[in-house]
């Protein structure tokens, strides 16, 4: 692995000089949704498996899962540059790749809608393509201030349940990404006052007290519909429950904080204020 990296950090600059668009390894989602709105999806020689939008962007070579990076995963791809959310990782692995002579770039939007903004024009700026990235701000910008208002006066109660696993259930508190968009939303989270994400239980479900039971499309499919995952402790006794008030969205879209997120609060909106889907 050490000599393989020396060599690798031998060839880096070679290939640096020799185009003046960084070949790019994109870990995470949103940023790999980012590259491909700007246009300079040609520059991506690998993404990691969160990458599932565009369509386009399941098809290019995988680096796995962006907590648990392979540093000799990344360089076989030669990069130069990676961009990497703020949940890429280990630390030890970017370490790794910037002494193989990688540029790393971690970006993080902090769940807030301006750091979209200042995400975006970084990877701009890091991919050559300044002029795309303030037009795609410009846009992400009018589309914000065009998104519906929540109506006046309802802020339903919204437990959000991740899924993707059948039997490992957990609930998201303060600090996630889910948190952030049911702010965005008009809703309050039913399960506020705790951070994190922690694993859902009967007694949890049941102080929560949601009117409305959220999770993703992918989660929902995974426990079987909307009556299957009534069946988890608690929540079918929960007034979301009994009145079967689940909606669900594209996990992506829901969490990522990609330059869709007008989008995404826009139809959570909808939602948790009118009928669930």
């Known amino acids: 692995m050490k000599r393989r990296n020396l060599l690798l950090a031998a060839l880096l600059p070679g290939l640096g000089t020799a185009q003046s668009q960084p070949r790019i ?16 999806q040609g520059q991506l020689v690998g993404v990691d498996t969160t990458s599932l939008f565009p369509a386009d962007a399941t098809r290019l070579p995988q680096v796995g899962y962006a907590r648990t990076l392979s ?45 979209i903004l200042t995400r975006t024009t970084r990877i701009g700026q ?38 993707h696993a059948a039997g490992q259930l957990r609930v998201a508190g303060e600090g ?6 049911l702010a965005l939303a008009g809703a309050r989270n039913a399960f506020a006052g705790v951070q994190g994400y922690k694993p859902l239980t009967a007694e949890a479900a049941l102080q929560a007290a949601p009117d409305v039971i959220l999770c993703t499309d992918q989660g929902l499919q995974a426990q079987g519909g909307a009556d299957g995952l009534l069946k988890a402790p608690g929540l079918a006794l929960t007034p979301a429950g009994r009145a079967r008030r689940v909606a669900s969205m594209e996990a992506l ?10 989008q995404a609060v826009t139809e959570l909106t909808g939602k948790l204020h009118g009928r669930a889907a």
């Open 176 to 181: 996630t990404s889910a948190d952030a968009m």
């Open 25 to 40: 390894v994109s870990v995470g989602g949103a940023v790999t949704e980012t590259v491909f709105a700007l246009g300079a």
């Open 253 to 262: 879209l829901l969490l990522g904080f990609g330059p869709r997120l007008p």
């Open 126 to 163: 890091l991919c050559g393509r300044e002029r795309e990235a303030a037009q795609l701000v410009a846009r992400l910008q009018q589309d914000w201030a065009a998104r519906p208002k929540p109506p006046a006066g309802s802020v339903p109660r919204v437990l959000f349940v991740l899924a």
């Open 71 to 115: 540093a000799e995963g990344v360089l076989a791809l030669l990069p130069q540059l990676l961009l990497a959310s703020g949940e890429a990782g280990p630390p030890q692995v970017l370490a790794q790749l910037q002494r193989a002579g990688v540029r790393v770039e971690v970006l993080d939007e902090q769940h807030r809608f301006d750091g």
